[in-house]
């Protein structure tokens, strides 16, 4: 029986996320960055959150979506219920390519009309002055780094693939997302009242590291305990097949 790791998240995966949500702390604090700089990291991250989650979609292996789970896309019908028969180990599933489409599609137009609310009311010249593109690739390299990592050592390393239906993945990033940027736009709408001053920036910034955290140490429980009922089922189904055979 393989071992079904108990933590909501490595600590490796927890130590990432907090390192990388400090850089736009430092940004703030030394280098001067303003809200429209922070602003546009943020949603360029959303984007990241999103593109991850593809290759998640297809390496998901999990069954729990009903069969002919089905979604329109342009009049057409896109099966939406993934690998009949998953495989053990990692594997990409061509069977969860609809899905991947599907999610593709609609994630996208949830982050460029972000993007336009964002560039439009907080960021109308994000790279005036002395900010310029490599600002925001700094911000964003950090991000990159501690999603990524996430990915390989949770997903992969703890075989959450394992776990996760790709419907149920398809739908992973919307409650995180939704909730971590609902606070951002109203963090910086109080930043923007006030001024702007440092200590906003920084009471955003850490708002928005510890709703991050929180969301994820959330996704990364459940994903645990997804694993510990699969593996209770998988035990009681070998118990039940060695009473016949006994």
Request: zero cysteines; charged letters at 15%; a neutral charge.
């Amino acid at each position: 029986m393989r071992p079904v790791p108990t933590n909501e998240s490595s600590p490796l995966a927890v130590a990432g996320l907090v390192a990388a949500n400090a850089v736009p702390v430092l940004g703030v604090l030394f280098l001067g960055w303003p809200l429209s700089v922070v602003m546009v990291i943020y949603w360029v991250e959303s984007g990241l959150i999103g593109a991850l989650n593809l290759p998640k979609i297809l390496l998901a292996a999990g069954s729990d979506v009903p069969a002919n789970f089905n979604a329109t896309i342009n009049g057409r019908q896109v099966d939406l219920s993934g690998p009949s028969e998953p495989r053990d180990g990692l594997h990409l599933y061509t069977e969860n390519a609809g899905i991947a489409g599907f999610f593709l599609a609609h994630y996208g137009i949830f982050w460029v009309v972000h993007g336009v609310f964002v560039f439009s009311v907080f960021a109308p010249a994000p790279f005036s002055g002395a900010y310029g593109l490599s600002t925001v690739v700094l911000g964003v390299l950090g991000m990159v780094v501690s999603h990524a990592g996430s990915f390989l050592v949770n997903f992969v390393g703890n075989e959450e693939y394992r776990a996760t239906s790709p419907g149920m993945q398809m739908k992973a990033p919307y409650s995180r997302v939704v909730v971590l940027h609902l606070t951002i736009i109203l963090g910086a709408f109080v930043v923007t009242l006030v001024g702007a001053p440092i200590a906003a920036l920084l009471l955003l910034v850490g708002l928005k590291t510890v709703t991050d955290l929180a969301a994820h140490l959330r996704e990364h429980r459940r994903a645990a305990e997804r694993r510990r009922e699969q593996a209770e089922v998988s035990e009681r189904d070998r118990r039940a097949e060695v009473v016949e055979v006994g």
